[in-house]
């Protein structure tokens, strides 16, 4: 994919409002990983949250100000993005790096259903979806990287997210990433493409119908044998890890950063 | 009851929580079986997707050449604009539909049906299973008019034994358990009671046998319209579909405007996805292709708008790309949870949950929060519809309103979450708020997963984790970023594997014939020019029949006992040549005309066909091709015996059609 090997790059993280508020070990996961492979990390502090729950929830005029208060935070570039020293060319665009394939889907594909019918907004959308990866994804397609010095040792089992796998189609870059991990014995999680019941509001709104998909995802982990269930969406670790909790059950549930940090 | 009462119902009842999940379980296998044997899967669902868009787009440009068509072939074309009008027609229809003479059955007392209060201007309605009847509430209508209307689809017959409407627009009988079916047939059919489901079919099968015998009127619905021929094409797997269109004199066929394909080839390529996502197929078992009416039958079609002109002209008309084939309610988490009737709508699942509110009722747009957003809808999907991105619509508001302000954004979102969000949203409009409010719930001093009550919907089945004491942001101005490093010791490069493409195996056209149609049940003989009358004989002789029913063909090859042309329901066992048959399908291709009917390849319990081995395609679209499929009064191709799996999802062989196919395959290569 034209990665100058071993030239720095910068890139912006949007690190979803759920890691900043609940989950800040994933985003420092990400940065010590992103850091290791010389990679600049920027953090645009005024950075809050996609819009993606209001506008799942249909709410469409509620999330456009988070959309628009997104896109204009991660416009402003990085001075360092532009050129290096040196003169070393990296990417033409500065990449933004979210750790969560729902939000990722959020700024690639709802917001320019959300502007479809504003054509500044929607151009603006559209230059910032050309450049958003999901952080796996840039892992593997961007940088091109696969064995990343991780080393996990037990058994751990993965839980593709919907979004993630569907909207995103990014299946093969956490399994590539996982499978150099050391010391790890991965094992296939049954009925894995199965939703676990989050969807944001839905999780909330049908209660019932959400608490059956959790049933089912925590029975299948228990099956795997695994202390370990390993995400790459922060909702769904959110929703697993919650009902892990309440059954009173010992599993674990961590995002794809923490396992690749860990050395 | 609320959607939440009759969401809280489903998941109380286990038998219908075990049957979902069979459902959802075995659907799923068949349907990745299926498409196993379809390398360039992908290429055609695009491919489809494009044809359905095409349709839609430019839906009057097609209707007016397919309505053309249809009338050219001597069909009465209605065009209904809502269901009102649909069942005004339906009922005039049956107004002036003469009556047939009662025929043996009636007034005898050895019946199921009783016939006794049919007279006058009351018919006798048998009825092929159609959602648009469904959508329309026909049999409602036409019970209130007195009419008697009997559903024989078997699945369709159970649920309306039971009074209810089907949980499933595949498999109507989804929700219930061989056990709920044996004693509805012990408490309306007066059998003994039986859980042995050979034993339920079988006695279905001659209910509704006297039905098809009997009816003044056969309604059914259309699966494609053809715009070039004017061909309705339906599938049916149990061959009630094709009783009901060429037995009673009058037939009915419903159809929804949007349900066009441009071409015969373009069928052919619908033909090869439909099946296999609807039963995991590779084709249905009868595909009936019916150009004009039969000598002496009146055929009309009724194409119904009912909102699909509005849904067309909303951000919803991708929804019309639908060919139902139920794929997407088979993959629905949620729809595994509550079937059908929970739903309201007698469009389920998620495609039920984008159209209801535009063609059945706009308050159904609740629906459509009803949804994890999973996606598993659209990765199933044989055309490829954004399903989650629909959804997304019907929440916004966007369902096409057919009175101001029935719709808003946000159906169904309980007041108290929209308030909850708006709060959040303002909060996170600014960073500087967002961030005081990050602070302030991290200086509660809280456990690090915190037991919050049900009644927030959260708290029902998972704790919630505690805002974290120093948030992201927090920690960033203090994370101590370390030098980039050079990473080019620690990472290697990927290696991007092409993905090979599966070869075809070369295998012998007769040879995969052979395979498709053992697999499916069917017989396969070889025989040869000189020896084809003896092994017929002998075959007759082994099963001591006595009287064939034939076609032209099989009145050529039939010597030594008697035969009949004219439909005969107690022959036992018909004899029918093929226009083609079809290799990677298993199937024959027969047509009608000239005063040929396909009633031998119905009627009887035994089918026996002869094929040449000339007569034998690679693929259903190179039989699609075949001149007679366009000129032949109607043909229908033939996959394996009849079958059913409307009871527990088991298969029992041979509801309404043969329950064996024989293809008598004959060797007219030079020197055989």
Not at chain 1, 139 to 152: H, K
Not at chain 2, 100 to 119: H, I, W
Not at chain 2, 641 to 647: L, Y
Request: proline share 5%.
């Amino acid at each position: 994919m034209g990665y100058n090997w071993g030239m720095s790059e910068t890139v912006q993280l949007f690190v979803t409002c759920l890691v900043d508020t609940f989950f800040p070990e994933t985003g420092e996961a990400m940065v010590r990983v992103l850091n290791r492979l010389g990679v600049n990390v920027e953090f645009p502090t005024d950075q809050t949250c996609c819009g993606q729950p209001a506008f799942n929830a249909g709410l469409r005029a509620e999330a456009r100000p988070l959309a628009e208060h997104t896109i204009r935070v991660l416009e402003r570039l990085p001075k360092s993005s532009r050129s290096t020293p040196g003169g070393g060319k990296t990417s033409e665009v500065c990449p933004v790096i979210i750790p969560s394939g729902s939000c990722a889907a959020m700024v690639r594909h709802g917001y320019l259903e959300l502007f479809k019918d504003d054509p500044q907004w929607l151009a603006r959308a559209q230059a910032l979806a050309a450049r958003t990866f999901e952080f796996t994804e840039y892992l593997v397609d961007v940088l091109g990287v696969s064995d990343l010095g991780a080393r996990w040792p037990g058994r751990m089992t993965y839980h593709p997210s919907c979004h993630l796998t569907r909207s995103l189609g990014i299946e093969r870059q956490p399994r590539l990433l996982l499978a150099h991990v050391k010391d790890a014995e991965i094992v296939e999680l049954l009925e894995r493409e199965d939703c676990c019941g989050f969807g944001g509001v839905f999780s909330v709104e049908h209660p019932e119908l959400s608490a059956e998909f959790l049933k089912r995802k925590i029975a299948n982990l228990e099956k795997s044998g695994s202390p370990t269930l390993v995400v790459a969406d922060t909702g769904c670790r959110m929703h697993i890890q919650g009902g892990l909790r309440r059954q009173g059950k010992a599993q674990r549930v961590v995002h794809i950063a923490e396992v690749l940090a860990s050395q | 009851m609320t959607f939440r009462q009759r969401i809280r119902a489903s998941l109380d009842n286990e038998n219908l929580q075990i049957a979902l999940d069979n459902n959802a379980r075995r659907r799923a296998e068949g349907r990745r079986l299926a498409f196993a044997s379809m390398p360039d899967h992908q290429e055609r669902r695009a491919h489809a997707h494009a044809v359905r868009a095409d349709v839609v787009a430019h839906l009057d440009e097609y209707l007016d050449k397919f309505v053309g068509k249809v009338q050219e072939n001597g069909i009465i074309v209605h065009r209904a604009k809502d269901a009102d009008e649909a069942v005004q027609l339906v009922l005039a229809i049956a107004k002036e539909s003469t009556q047939r003479a009662p025929s043996l059955q009636r007034g005898t007392k050895e019946t199921f049906v009783n016939l006794s209060d049919l007279g006058g201007e009351k018919v006798l309605v048998a009825k092929s299973k159609s959602m648009v009847s469904e959508e329309i509430n026909l049999n409602h209508a036409l019970e209130a008019a007195g009419h008697r209307v009997v559903e024989t689809d078997l699945g369709e017959y159970i649920v309306q034994l039971r009074g209810e409407r089907p949980a499933h627009i595949i498999t109507p009988a989804v929700h219930l358990r061989r056990q709920d079916v044996g004693q509805l047939f012990h408490d309306k059919l007066g059998i003994p009671y039986t859980e042995d489901i050979p034993t339920l079919t079988n006695t279905a099968r001659k209910v509704l046998r006297e039905v098809f015998l009997t009816a003044d009127i056969g309604v059914s619905g259309v699966n494609f319209g053809v715009v070039e021929s004017g061909t309705l094409c339906l599938v049916t797997n149990e061959g009630n579909g094709r009783m009901c269109t060429t037995l009673p004199p009058v037939h009915i066929a419903l159809m929804g405007i949007e349900r066009l394909v441009p071409t015969l080839d373009d069928l052919a390529l619908f033909l090869s996805l439909l099946p296999r996502s609807a039963t995991g197929q590779k084709l249905s078992v009868y595909t009936s292709l019916i150009n004009t009416p039969l000598p002496g039958q009146t055929r009309h079609l009724i194409l119904l708008d009912n909102g699909r002109s509005a849904l067309r002209n909303s951000p919803l008309a991708e929804s019309l790309y639908c060919i139902r084939c139920g794929a997407c309610l088979n993959a629905c988490p949620v729809f595994r949870e509550l079937g059908g009737h929970a739903y309201g709508s007698i469009y389920p699942g998620p495609i039920g949950s984008v159209i209801s509110s535009g063609l059945v009722d706009p308050k159904f747009a609740y629906l459509s929060q009803a949804s994890s957003l999973c996606g598993a809808c659209r990765e199933a999907c044989p055309v490829d519809i954004d399903l989650p991105g629909l959804l997304l619509r019907v929440r916004a508001g966007l369902s096409p309103q057919r009175t101001p302000s029935t719709t808003k954004e946000g159906e169904g979102i309980p007041s108290v979450v929209k308030l909850g969000l708006g709060l959040f949203r303002r909060a996170a409009a600014s960073p500087w708020l967002f961030s005081l409010g990050q602070r302030a719930l991290g200086l509660f001093p809280l456990p690090d997963w915190i037991r919050i009550p049900a009644f927030t919907g959260w708290g029902y089945s998972k704790d919630f984790p505690r805002p974290a004491a120093r948030p992201f942001r927090v920690r960033w101005k203090n994370i101590n970023r370390e030098e980039a490093k050079d990473a080019k010791d620690s990472v290697a490069r990927v290696d991007i594997k092409t993905i090979e493409k599966p070869t075809t195996p070369n295998i012998n056209l007769i040879d995969l014939f052979s395979a498709e149609l053992t697999a499916l049940g069917g017989k396969i003989v070889h025989v040869t020019t000189r020896d084809v009358r003896a092994r017929l004989e002998e075959f007759f002789k082994e099963r001591g029949v006595d009287c064939v029913l034939v076609d032209d063909v099989g009145a050529k090859y039939i010597t030594g006992i008697a035969s009949v042309r004219e439909p005969d329901a107690t022959v036992s066992c018909g004899v029918t040549g093929a226009l083609c048959a079809i290799a990677e399908t298993g199937s024959v291709v027969l047509v009608s005309g000239g005063g040929q009917t396909l009633t031998a390849s119905l009627l009887p319990e035994v089918h026996l066909v002869l094929v040449k081995k000339s007569q034998l395609l690679a693929t259903l679209a190179e039989a699609l091709t075949k001149r007679e499929i366009q000129t032949s009064s109607s043909g229908v191709i033939v996959t394996g015996p009849s079958r059913t799996a409307d009871i527990e999802m088991a298969l029992t062989i041979g509801v309404h059609g043969p329950g064996e196919i024989h293809v008598f395959l004959l060797d007219d290569s030079e020197g055989a």
